[in-house]
């Protein structure tokens, strides 16, 4: 479907049209004529499905009409991170260039001057607020934040504000608007938890669910089957004749993202941390300093497994096995991107063989498994699904096969 086909504003087609925006994606199909008929809605969808624009475009369309209040918050976006909010906020000033609608950016990090530019947006009544949890509440606690007139509340990525602890800062600011609103929700998994939310928040939501795709074929995946104890063994031997260059490595734990690397420092890697404890500042300079080419290697948690725009990162590696086929795809999803190839390396130890394998299946193939090089030891055979019995059987690495993927590494540095 084209979004010519769509029932929308001039003013909204005229920027898509600029903007060379002229097939919608499946989400945005399906989404877009049930969000302009005014039902509330639930959607599935996984960043890089266009689901940004599937819930503006509808908001932007009611806007250009005219009929709601001048000078009044008429829609609140809300937002897991500051990066997803600043995204949503440059999507925002695209579609509705040609149109007279005021946006303002809503979350925490900056000094007085932000806080103050951000409370100018707010009691003035931007048409739309784009706000994290947290940063909303203070600015709401303070008493100059009128939401008695908003007309939509969308919460972008539900799981992921779930998962960092927002609950309770969403139904505070739910319990502040009004009850005739349209309630947009997105989230790219849907457990229990977003369910009862849903349930809370949403009146008779159409659901509209997008399959989470697979990883982009440029994306080269391979795996290590290994110990826990050869992971940081086997990091340090793919850099050991070619320099890192954009590496992100995933673990899953805050702690073993901090232990990971500092400890790489110690080795001397140009490495650094990105992970939920950090200051909204200093993880504005990690990712300034590592866009930059001023860190080499960037170790982090899922915080960034999703909605980061870095389009040159040239290889992937999952410390740790995700448990989601989800976040193994946003996660690898990270290179490859801006029609730029990409590698993606996962470190398999013996407890997340049945969790990898889920992985495979998901993905309908095996991922091929890279010989631990011979002087790290022996390996686990990969045995996903079976019990071990008595001590783990081992296999010993090929030393040929090993030099094969060192030399492919130093052919991907020159190229």
Known sequence: MKFDELDLHDDVLDALWDMHFEECTPIQEQAIPVLLEGRDLIGVAQTGTGKTAAYLLPVLDKLATGDLPEDAINCVIMAPTRELAQQIDQQMQGFSYFMNVSSVPVYGGGDGVVFAQQKRGLTMGADVVIATPGRLLAHLSLGYVDLSKVSFFILDEADRMLDMGF???????????????QTIMFSATMPDKIQLLARNILTDPVEVKIAVSKPADKIIQAAYICHETQKLKIVLSLFQDTKPERVLIFASKKIKVKELANTLKMKGVNADAMHSDLEQ????????????????????????????????????????????????????????????DGLALTFVCDEQQNDFKRIEDFLGKDIYKIPVPVELGDTPIYRPNKKPRGKQALSKSSSKDTKKIKTNNKQRKQS
């Open 167 to 181: 609950y309770d800062d969403i139904m505070q600011i739910v319990n502040m608007l009004p009850k005739w609103r």
């Open 281 to 340: 500042s200093q993880r504005d300079d990690v990712m300034y300093r590592f866009k930059s080419g001023k860190i080499d290697i960037l170790v982090a948690t899922d915080i960034l497994s999703r909605g980061i725009d870095v389009d040159d990162i040239r290889l992937v590696i999952n410390y740790d096995v995700p448990f989601d086929c989800e976040d193994y795809v946003h996660r690898v999803g990270r290179t490859a991107r801006a029609n730029n």
